[in-house]
């Protein structure tokens, strides 16, 4: 009729129009989102690079201090000695923990993990698919982080865990399941473990910001080596400078430092914890600087 308006049909004004595209479901944003991006990553890097045969050096390298303690088992049954004592053995396993375990397995072993987790991607032609993701670069490098620091903790604690099984077990040492469940070597362990978990984060920063800084990291690598190798050697104050000064600070048992080691207080826990987390902190802080200027070029890589 003439003069009559058209009323849409019921329920017209609810639909969409056609062609209209639906709203996509709302993401977080802020933290919530940095955590879920983590969070993603860390499964993606423990996937990638170390469910891989790329990891088997690694997997090696923290057997080296438990195939050692296997040949000492097999060696006191093949002659059939008396078991050692429980104190003589913990005397022993410090050494071999600080010596052996921390200065080389765990050392090469963040080495292995953390120079890769950036280095590795630019040799294999694959770090720009992460560059180019909607993400941000300190989430993407919080991400590698995180994920070394969770594969290399679980490798060393499992290889400590096994160590210390087989130091004292009753077949080679007198009193050794007492000694480690019922005795003071449950706080010793306690001890080793947290000063294992404390050199994967404090190396593993290292080894990232030295795989971000520096085109070959073996050079670097070894001189840090030698930094720590020779650290009983330098005066206190420079002694305070390495990484191993404050872990070695915190083992619940001393290793003679030999006629021409310079003397050195250790460094109370509540400072020696506390700077190796910052060292930690500062040195991501020159890796996620690094990262926000990187660009990937890899003709020259």
């Known amino acids: 009729m003439a003069g009559a308006t058209e009323r849409p049909l019921a329920g017209a004004a609810e639909r969409p129009l056609a062609g209209a595209v639906a709203p996509g479901p709302e993401l977080p944003a802020g933290l919530a989102l940095w955590t879920r991006q983590v969070g993603a990553m860390i499964g993606l890097e423990v996937r990638k690079t170390f469910l891989r045969l790329r990891a088997l050096p690694v997997i090696v390298v923290a057997l080296l201090p438990i195939v050692l303690l296997l040949l000492r088992l097999l060696a006191h049954s093949v002659r059939g000695a008396d078991p050692m004592p429980a104190g003589t053995m913990a005397s022993a396993f410090t050494l071999i923990y600080q010596l052996f375990f921390v200065r080389l397995v765990v050392f090469f072993g963040c080495f292995g993990i953390f120079t890769y987790l950036v280095r590795g991607e630019m040799a294999e032609r694959s770090l720009h698919f992460y560059l180019l993701a909607p993400i941000r670069r300190e989430v993407f490098l919080a991400g590698k982080f995180v994920a070394g620091c969770l594969a290399a903790g679980t490798l060393f604690a499992a290889s400590l865990l096994v160590q210390l099984g087989l130091a004292f077990l009753p077949q080679a040492t007198a009193g050794g399941a007492a000694y480690l469940l019922r005795g003071p070597g449950l706080g010793q362990a306690a001890a080793y473990l947290g000063v294992t978990l404390l050199a994967v984060v404090g190396y593993g920063a290292l080894f990232l910001a030295v795989g971000l800084w520096v085109r070959n990291p073996m050079i670097p690598a070894a001189l840090l080596l030698g930094w720590e190798w ?24 001393p290793v003679p430092r030999g006629p021409f080691a310079l003397p050195a207080d250790p460094t109370p826990p509540f400072l020696a914890v506390p700077g190796v987390l910052l060292l930690a902190a500062a040195l991501l802080w020159l890796a996620v600087v690094r990262v926000r200027r990187l660009e990937i070029t890899y003709a020259s890589e």
Do not use: D, T
């Open 230 to 253: 020779i650290n009983f050697l330098l005066p206190p104050v420079l002694q305070k400078l390495s990484v191993i000064h404050h872990l070695q600070s915190l083992c619940p048992l």
